[in-house]
């Protein structure tokens, strides 16, 4: 049936993000570095200086990774607060996990897998939650996007940081060669696996753009909705609140 063809295409989406980031888990902080050319780290600190978390808050950290926000969120919050590093991928927690404990980072640091869709946190727990390149790669976005409305604090704020659309003509067209035909073969080379990047190149085409991604967010709930372009739309942050 037509829903019967739906069910397996989403199961297929879901276990087709599995597969790539148990394939590139190992090399994933090396890979962000070389196809970025180091420019992730700025996108992370300006999304952590948007982010208004303070000693005590409560940060979920979600579709973590290796946790490059949660060791940030992790200073900031101090020994009376907590930082919850969420991931669907138990060899991409694996990785996190043990680079914050080589960080020395323990304390105020717990690891939880669960699915953005249906998250196992009470109602109104975080003060922040975060979602950085992730939301891409999640099946049911609104959903995802409800449920992350519902364990928020009132006055708490989302961020979404991920992949958009360049603002420029010529940037888009030498950003989509890029994608396509340069991640892949660097892809290749440094984790053997140039399908895992291919599917990261579609995976950001496909991605709602700005304004899009701006609806969702108050259809879901979200109250002053804005974003920040990075980079020329390559990536933008997203900021919203619950009231
Ligand atoms: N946030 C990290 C960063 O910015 O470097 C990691 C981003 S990585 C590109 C995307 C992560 O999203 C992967 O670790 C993947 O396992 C996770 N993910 C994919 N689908 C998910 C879902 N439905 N729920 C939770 N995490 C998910």
Redesign the pocket.
């Given at each position: 049936t037509h829903f019967g063809f739906r069910t397996v295409a989403k199961n297929n989406k879901?276990e087709m993000?599995?597969d790539v980031?148990h394939s590139v888990a190992a090399k994933?902080d090396l890979m962000?570095d070389l196809m970025s050319f180091g420019i992730?780290r700025i996108w992370?600190r300006y999304t952590i200086d948007c982010s208004g978390v303070r000693r005590g808050h409560r940060v979920l950290?979600?579709?973590?990774?290796?946790?490059?926000?949660t060791a940030k969120f992790s200073r900031l919050v101090g020994e009376e607060g907590q930082v919850v590093l969420?991931?669907?991928?138990d060899s991409?927690l694996k990785v996190g996990r043990e680079k914050m404990r080589n960080k020395g980072i323990v304390g105020n640091v717990s690891y939880v897998q669960?699915?953005?869709?249906a998250l196992p946190f009470p109602d109104n727990y975080f003060d922040c939650i975060t979602?950085?390149?992730?939301l891409?790669?999640?099946?049911e976005k609104e959903k995802?996007l409800r449920s992350m409305f519902r364990v928020l604090k009132p006055g708490g704020r989302l961020l979404v940081?991920e992949f958009s659309k360049p603002v420029l003509a010529p940037l888009s067209k030498i950003y989509d060669t890029y994608s396509f035909h340069v991640l892949p073969r660097i892809g290749q080379m440094v984790t053997k696996d140039a399908e895992s990047y291919r599917y990261l190149a579609e995976s950001i085409r496909m991605h709602p753009d700005q304004e899009t991604l701006k609806g969702m967010m108050a259809d879901a709930g979200f109250e002053n909705v804005t974003y920040n372009n990075l980079t020329g739309g390559i990536v933008a942050l997203h900021r919203g609140y619950k009231f």
């Open positions: 879901a993000v599995a980031f994933y962000n992730h992370k950290d979600l579709a973590g990774g290796t946790g490059d926000l969420a991931d669907i991928n991409m669960a699915n953005a869709e979602i950085s390149f992730g891409r790669n999640v099946t995802a940081l």
